[in-house]
């Protein structure tokens, strides 16, 4: 049905002989779907795929995520987001994260298309959950084994943490948490479909560690943050116009590289909440 060329022995794939706007089968769909659980991301180079059909694509995979509380989106098309930064509007996306963890649902998956691209950088980074806990000593795994870590919005924090709209910054503060939230999640996560194991943490958006205080919690953060930053889990994908990337949200951290300002890049994404067929 198509190639599968793995990018690296750990995490990543390119699907070559993919044609979307030809073939709508779920047959390739499902293939699609399980060279996801096999690779944790995969990417499709000249998917070439106009806004309607990114939607069509990312629904056959399960429910869509409603519009992201800071992110514009695409005119038309609310579920959407348009992530466009040059140099007067950096992006806020390079850092080690897995999307909206502080949500009460994490997302399942997201789906990327890059519209237009620097000449020279722009790429983004995958790392593997799986693999990160898998290097894990033994009694490591055992000491995280019942820790429990408290999400919220981290960096969000910027973006109401300033007067506006005749309300001050601590009111701000107080409404974007309601807004965005926070939530409980292990430290030691079970993927709900393959049953592998993943060390369940990204330095965006794990604000403390239950039952430990606050310098406990930072020193433990700063050990996993520096483990999980490991060339051998990573791949990283140079973009081209119309490069499409599907990724399992729940087994991966991302890192958008920063490095193209003050060039334009812009970016299209959906986000898959619950995973259809789980």
């Known amino acids: 049905m198509f190639e599968i060329d793995p990018l690296t022995p750990t995490i990543g794939a390119e699907l ?9 089968s779920p ?3 499902d293939a699609i779907y399980q060279a996801l659980l096999d690779h944790q991301v995969i990417f499709i ?3 070439e795929i106009t806004p309607a059909a990114h939607l069509a694509f990312a629904q056959t995979f399960g429910e869509l995520d409603a519009p992201h ?5 695409v005119e ?3 579920n959407i987001m348009l992530l466009q930064n040059d140099g007067s509007t950096p992006p806020d996306t390079n850092s080690w994260h897995t999307d909206l963890t502080f949500k009460a649902e994490q997302p399942f998956a997201s789906v ?3 519209r237009h691209v620097p000449a020279v950088g722009g790429d983004t980074i995958w790392s593997s959950c799986y693999a990160a806990y898998e290097r894990l000593s033994a009694g490591m795994k055992s000491d995280l084994a019942d820790l429990v870590a408290v999400h919220d919005m981290g960096d969000f924090r910027n973006n109401f943490a300033f007067e506006a709209n005749g309300k001050t ?3 701000r503060l107080d409404d974007g948490m309601q807004r965005m939230g926070q939530y409980l999640r292990p430290l030691i996560g079970t993927h709900p479909v393959t049953g592998r194991k993943f060390l369940n943490f990204n330095e965006a958006f794990v604000n403390h560690i239950v039952g430990m205080t606050t310098s406990e919690s930072n020193v433990l ?3 996993l943050a520096t483990h999980m930053n490991q060339p051998e889990d990573q791949v990283r994908w140079r973009w081209s116009n119309g490069a499409l990337a599907m990724w399992d949200n729940r087994v991966t951290m991302h890192y958008a590289v920063a490095d193209y300002l003050p060039e334009f890049r812009s970016m299209n994404r959906i986000t898959v909440v619950r995973d259809r067929r789980q």
């Open 169 to 171: 910054a601590v009111e």
């Open 45 to 47: 180079r000249d998917a």
């Open 16 to 24: 070559k002989g993919v044609s979307l706007s030809t073939n709508s």
């Open 112 to 114: 990327l298309v890059a």
């Open 69 to 73: 509380p800071l992110y514009p989106h």
């Open 76 to 78: 038309g098309f609310e």
């Open 221 to 223: 953060k700063t050990m």
């Open 27 to 29: 047959e390739l769909f």
